[in-house]
């Protein structure tokens, strides 16, 4: 008998692109419009899977999830949704999810998924509620970051958080702690690389009184002070050698001295680090120890630099402009489609960081209700005019795809590739005066490819 999989979703494109793809692996589909409908459903029969859109009219898909974990709590659920930020992927996942498939989805990746849950029918867990980062992203490495966040949500692991500077690594050890079972404990920050080395001892594991000129009384240290939460070790490629020694052995023994004490502290703390070095580089060169390095990186979650993400731009921007604006107790503000450009195009030396600064920045100094291309400052608007023209039409394009992607546009190779080639075709024969061989050549065709293709795209024969 054929597993019976279904799908919950309010956009009919949607709908008919997993009905087709998965009717094709012999299953069969039962679709849904809105999860009430769904749901009336579910008291009748049960599926083998199910797959919901999260953001839906009436009841949505994180709601019909727990509902359905109280009628079916074997039924594995895949959720799927547009809304690719970390608070909708961390509650998915706390909230019983299988899996979590960003749209648009690869269809290959899907039916692998789907496969999965029917393997493994695994019991749902209870839901939990949950705390997001603020994240925001398209881009499949972003996409990434979140699963892992979400898989990990659950757990004490150790995690190593790399990344350059400005990327968010706090935000998501942060975000790691809030979902974890230590969410009521503790959440400790040091950056390793702020603090001198003949003080960072201290600050780490605390001193007695009269340790040193200076200590005229007993201090916990950050170790202490995490007690039963979570260290956050900022920049932990910096620490010196000696104290990755010292460190080591508190992590294996869960104990220490205060400088300048005689009594063992014990202490319950989960280590998350982060580095926007690479710590394999400096094992190989003797500058970190290795033994500590693979202690650290039980899990490792890599943050793309925004220079590799710029699909998630224009939803950041919009994120941090009525940020901002709650901030200031201004108008929030808009950004025209030429100062967007200007963004995509800028490499973002300081990451999202930088991009939310400068969105702050806007929010007071900009003239009008919207930020224009005269308004930004001269390292962005310099590039534009440089190089940025060929990199925005091809940043439009890649946002236009997408959004056909997201749509279920069938055969979407085949239509941009027709739509591009009646363009190159058209401006091409204008360029040339309509002379058809002088058109080829300057597309690098044969005359016979341009006819044949002339008649494709329906183009004026030409001369």
């Known amino acids: 008998m054929a597993h019976e999989v279904w799908v919950v979703d309010d956009d009919d494109s949607i709908r008919w692109v997993l009905e ?54 074997q039924l594995p659920v895949i959720v799927m949704t547009a809304h690719t930020d970390l608070d909708s992927a961390v509650s998915a996942y706390h909230r019983g999810a299988f899996e979590y498939l960003p ?21 749902a867990e209870a839901p939990k509620t949950t705390a997001g980062g603020g994240f925001i992203g398209n881009a499949r490495a972003m996409q990434e970051v979140f699963r892992l966040i979400g898989r990990l949500s659950k757990s004490e692991l150790s995690v190593l958080i790399t990344g350059e500077t400005g990327t968010g690594k706090e935000v998501i050890a942060r975000t790691l702690h809030e979902t974890s079972p230590r969410a009521d404990g503790p959440f400790v920050a040091i950056n390793t690389a702020a603090i001198p080395a003949e003080l960072l001892e ?30 956050f070790l900022d920049e932990i490629g910096d ?26 502290i014990s202490v319950d703390v989960r280590i998350l680090a982060a580095t926007h070095q690479d710590l394999e580089a400096k094992v190989r060169k003797g500058e970190f120890r290795e033994d500590l390095y693979h202690r650290l990186n039980v899990v490792k979650i890599h943050v ?7 699909e998630d731009i224009p939803a950041l921007v919009e994120h941090f402009l009525q940020r901002a604006a709650e901030d200031t107790g201004l108008e929030q503000k808009w950004i025209s489609p030429e100062a967007l450009d200007a963004l995509a195009v800028y490499p973002w030396p300081g990451n999202v960081r930088e991009l939310e600064n400068f969105c702050q920045r ?52 085949q239509v941009v590739t027709q739509r591009v080639e009646a363009i190159l075709i058209r401006e091409a024969l204008h ?24 008649g494709l795209v329906g183009e004026p024969a030409g001369k």
């Open 103 to 123: 749209k648009p989805f690869d269809i290959d990746e899907t039916l692998t998924t789907v496969r999965r849950a029917l393997e493994s029918r695994a019991p």
């Open 239 to 264: 620490m010196p050698a000696s104290m990755q020694t010292r460190l080591l052995r508190v992590l294996a023994q869960g104990e220490f001295f205060r400088v300048g004490g005689h009594r063992m």
């Open 362 to 413: 806007m929010t007071v100094m900009a003239p009008g209700d919207a930020i224009q291309f005269s308004d930004l400052p001269e390292e962005m608007t310099g590039r534009v005019q440089a190089d940025g023209q060929e990199q925005a039409w091809e940043n439009h394009l890649r946002q236009w795809v997408a959004e056909q992607l997201r749509k279920g546009v069938p055969e979407l190779a």
């Open 20 to 73: 087709q793809a998965l009717r094709q692996e012999g299953l069969d589909i039962r679709s849904f419009s809105n999860a009430d409908d769904a749901m009336q459903a579910l008291s009748r029969s049960q599926p083998d899977a199910l797959l919901t859109d999260i953001r839906m009219p009436g009841l949505d898909g994180l709601e019909m999830m727990e509902r359905v974990h109280q009628l079916a709590p």
């Open 202 to 231: 201290s600050e780490l594991f605390g001193h007695e009184k009269g340790a040193f000129t200076g200590a005229q009384a007993a201090r916990a240290g950050r170790f202490e002070q995490a007690h039963g939460g979570t260290l």
């Open 431 to 454: 360029a040339t005066g309509g002379r058809k061989r002088d058109a080829a050549e300057r597309l690098g065709w044969g005359r016979n490819t341009l006819t044949r293709k002339l």
């Open 304 to 310: 793309p630099p925004l220079r590799e993400r710029t």
